[in-house]
């Protein structure tokens, strides 16, 4: 993109084309009314007003049925990693992981201050204000994001390992496939299990055994999506002793069992 920050506003039908993420850059999306859809990688997601989306880069986005007001902002990626510079506690929150959750909910005390901000951004576009300016705003839109998610995802804001907690997730990443017991990763990297549990939920929200669940969930959504592979082969790719524990661990997951999910994406 040619600034380095983008900002629209959304009146009425927002166009499908508009949340692609070409060049590599990231969307926030701010809904201030209108309900509908989300589809996002395989999975739908409520839009609603004060709900806040950031669409990574390489997702495949798309808006279903919605009507409505807020504001579209893109940024290159370099932004993203000067805001966890300064804000290193941020890194690991959900809503900045590709593959996890990717909304937060504004609490309503916070939702004029998000407004004001992209007004703020806006305004300083329109002005051909300084890029200093803009980047203050967009530094600012995304602490308020990061806030909002530590309340939905329940994650507090205390002192916390995060050396360990990003080793974790590559480490998960490389060995998901074949090694799903947390005391596996607990052991590579020389720490308690029960201490690591305590790491990554007060990093992430969540324990050892949900992040092993949603990189193996992720990657059969992407499998089932996008491969040539048959299911049963699907299944013995990632290690399910069966198809009738690959079945469970989808119905469980998504509520649909391989063979409904396949269909529903593919269409």
């Known amino acids: 993109m040619d600034n380095p920050i983008q900002i629209q506003k959304i009146d009425l039908q927002l166009d499908k084309a508009q949340l692609s993420a070409p060049g590599g850059g990231y969307r926030l999306l701010y809904v201030r009314s209108g309900t509908g859809e989300l589809l996002l990688n395989y999975k739908r997601f409520s839009i609603r007003p004060r709900r806040i989306f950031l669409l990574s880069p390489g997702t495949q986005n798309l808006v279903m049925e919605w009507q409505g007001s807020g504001w579209l902002i893109a940024f290159e990626t370099w932004l993203l990693r000067a805001f966890f510079q300064q804000h290193p506690s941020e890194k690991l929150l959900p809503l900045f992981l590709p593959g ?13 201050a998000v407004h004001v901000l992209a007004q703020l951004l806006y305004q300083n576009e329109q002005a051909e204000g300084t890029p200093k300016v803009a980047y203050s705003y967009l530094d600012a839109l995304l602490l308020h994001m990061a806030n909002a998610c530590r309340r939905l995802n329940k994650v507090g804001a205390g002192k916390v390992n995060y050396a360990i907690a990003e080793q974790l997730l590559p480490l998960i990443a490389l060995h998901f496939k074949t090694e799903r017991l947390p005391a596996f990763y607990a052991g590579q990297l020389g720490v308690p299990l029960r201490r690591l549990n305590e ?12 992040l092993i669940n949603e990189q193996l969930l992720s990657e059969a959504e ?3 999506a996008e491969s040539p592979l048959s299911i049963k082969e699907i299944a ?7 198809m009738a524990q690959f079945n469970h661990f989808m119905k469980r997951h998504t509520g649909s069992s391989p063979r409904n999910f396949r ?4 269409g």
């Open 263 to 266: 269909r529903q994406v593919r």
């Open 100 to 112: 996890k959750k990717p909304f937060a909910d504004v609490a309503p005390a916070s939702a004029s």
């Open 199 to 210: 790491i990554t939920r007060s990093a992430m929200g969540k324990l050892v055994m949900e």
């Open 222 to 224: 992407r499998l089932l």
């Open 236 to 242: 013995y790719e990632l290690n399910f002793a069966d």
